[in-house]
């Protein structure tokens, strides 16, 4: 359910990613290759960018497919941004169908999207939402899997976690309370991309010290996009990208001593 994708590189036109290629985040709203759960994303879409001197994105959302926004198109031809991440939906059976349930969600310089769905949703997330302040809870932007997840996501980015742990730890967490869910991630804060790979596919491309793309699927046929393996967090700059198989970081967590008190 889902395709995203988000771009850190030398500064170009929204479209030139998300509308030209052959297999653009557009043209997978409606004709995805690799999706393994749905066929169409018209279920809302949008885009966030960074403009150069300022930290926080704008962000660009509806409600509607995005083929049917002609406002899109020119925003698209003419927006340029050497960081941006934008997204296409298929909604998850019991959310809402609004413009703020659409991806990318932000706070801060964050950017975040999900690409799958949470099983059981939403009585299986009861758990990890009693962890949540109630201001956060209330302050929810739309009544959906995704946004939930964001929410647990973004509690740990201002407590202080990195991208990783915090993408990392959510997935865990979400994944032990909800069995059979599919949970990949995408994070940007401008400067690097942070991904899960869980249950659904996640590619990248890099031209180390120059571009990184990390995507649903790639949007066209060049040989060097490679397939992040499942159950797996991805952390990428311009410069690269670092793997790590989620397993090993579970198995990190609980073999950590726990910590006791001075005496």
């Given amino acids: ?35 393994r759960h749905g066929t169409v994303n018209a279920d809302g879409f949008g885009v966030g960018w960074y403009a150069e001197g300022d930290p926080v994105p704008a962000r660009y959302r509806r ?7 002609q406002s899109f198109a020119d925003l698209a031809r ?3 941004s050497g960081a941006f991440l934008g997204a296409v939906r298929d909604a998850t059976v019991g959310s809402a169908d609004r413009e703020a349930a659409a991806a990318p969600f932000a706070a801060g310089t964050w950017l975040f999207s999900h690409n799958g769905a949470v099983a059981g949703w939403p009585r299986s997330l009861a758990g990890p939402a009693g962890s949540l302040p109630p201001a956060e809870l209330l302050s929810l932007e739309a ?15 201002r ?18 309370a909800a069995p059979g869910s599919r949970l990949n991630l995408l994070l940007t804060n401008g400067a690097t991309i942070t991904a899960t790979a869980w249950g659904d596919t996640h590619w990248y ?46 198995e990190d967590m609980a073999s950590a001593p726990s910590e006791e008190p001075s005496t």
């Fill in 1 to 35: 359910m889902c395709r995203h994708l988000a771009f850190l590189g030398p500064e170009e036109p929204l479209g030139r990613l998300l509308v030209e290629p052959p297999h653009s985040l557009y043209r997978q709203s409606w004709a995805p290759r690799r999706q």
């Fill in 63 to 69: 409600a509607g497919p995005v083929w049917g926004d």
């Fill in 78 to 80: 003419v927006v340029r």
């Fill in 143 to 157: 009544r959906s899997d995704s946004a939930l997840v964001w929410a647990l996501v973004l509690n740990r980015l």
């Fill in 159 to 176: 407590g202080g976690d990195d991208e990783g742990q915090a993408l990392a730890d959510t997935v865990l967490e979400v994944a032990t």
């Fill in 205 to 250: 491309l890099t031209e180390p010290g120059h571009r990184t793309v990390v995507a649903s699927e790639p949007y066209d046929d060049d040989p060097r996009w490679q397939e992040v393996p499942d159950h797996t967090l991805l952390v990428a700059d311009r410069t690269g990208v670092l793997l790590t198989p989620l397993k090993d970081l579970r």
